[in-house]
């Protein structure tokens, strides 16, 4: 019996592509279903300190669900850093401007803060409407 712990090494990680059909899916669930494979956790391989994760393409960005109220209450909010920059926006109007941005948001709130989970942002793709130009790397539906 071996009581030694296995650590993958990056040239050993495989990375997949998954596909996402966001269309009638509630925003949180689906971010952190999108979050757990993005930072690898799906594996028996995860280490914490590696970016193990998948790719992930989202499709239908513009056809997502939210629960209650929060198209009107939700609110996203920034500042430029200059006298009266501050800005926020509802939710309803981010997903009319831009879909996208909802689903990598709600995504990012789910990684770690550091330069890992810069990295792992980097391999979510998200599209308003149905097609991407992925189609090169076979994606499979994420389940």
Not at 28 to 54: C, M, Q, W, Y
Not at 88 to 103: F, M, Q, S, W
Request: aromatic share 4%.
């Amino acid at each position: 019996m071996s009581t030694k712990t296995y650590t993958v090494r990056e040239s050993e990680i495989e990375r997949r592509w998954y596909v996402v059909d966001a269309a009638d899916e509630t925003l949180g669930r689906l971010a952190s279903r999108i979050a757990r494979v993005l930072e690898g956790k799906h594996k028996p391989t995860f280490t914490p300190n590696l970016d193990s994760g998948d790719h992930v393409i989202v499709l239908n960005a513009s056809r997502i669900v939210v629960t209650s109220n929060k198209l009107e209450s939700k609110l996203y909010i920034r500042h430029s850093g200059h006298p009266q920059g501050y800005k926020e926006e509802t939710l309803g109007h981010l997903l009319e401007r831009r879909p996208e941005e909802v689903i990598r948001r709600a995504v990012k709130g789910m990684l770690p803060r550091n330069r890992l989970g810069v990295q792992q942002l980097r391999k979510l793709k998200v599209y308003a409407g149905t097609d991407h130009p992925h189609q090169a790397q076979r994606p499979e539906p994420l389940g």
